[in-house]
Nanobody
Framework: QVQLVESGGGLVQPGGSLRLSCAAS????????MGWYRQAPGKQRDLVAT???????NYADSLKGRFFLSRDRAKNTMYLQMNSLKPEDTAIYYC??????????WGQGTQVTVSS
């Protein structure tokens, strides 16, 4: 099993930046890929960015150039740097980890609100 804890969400004005963190613990050695997803009120959960070992990082087309995924392997932590935030970026942001046949694990989510 893997435990994922997100942090860093909050209220930010349009044009501002936030950095989200996802701390992983547990059976980390079996993680195949990790990613960020988001879910706005009344909408489905959508991909933001994923990282797969050996394949690199994949971003939602609409977010390329504004959102950046990074990792600190020593800290078992994944980050999402979000720049030039827009009101439509308002959502709950979730961290996920895929362990192959063992399935997917999710964090509890962190709220990001972009509003003036």
């Amino acid at each position: 099993q893997v435990q994922l804890v997100e942090s860093g969400g909050g209220l930010v004005q349009p044009g501002g930046s936030l950095r989200l963190s996802c701390a992983a613990s547990g059976d980390i050695g079996n993680i195949y890929s990790m990613g960020w997803y988001r879910q706005a009120p009344g909408k489905q959960r959508d991909l933001v960015a994923t990282y797969t070992s050996g394949l690199g990082t994949n971003y939602a087309d609409s977010l390329k150039g504004r959102f950046f995924l990074s990792r600190d392997r020593a800290k078992n932590t994944m980050y999402l740097q979000m720049n030039s935030l827009k009101p439509e970026d308002t959502a709950i942001y979730y961290c996920s980890a895929n362990l192959g046949a063992e399935g997917d694990y999710w964090g509890q989510g962190t709220q990001v609100t972009v509003s003036s």
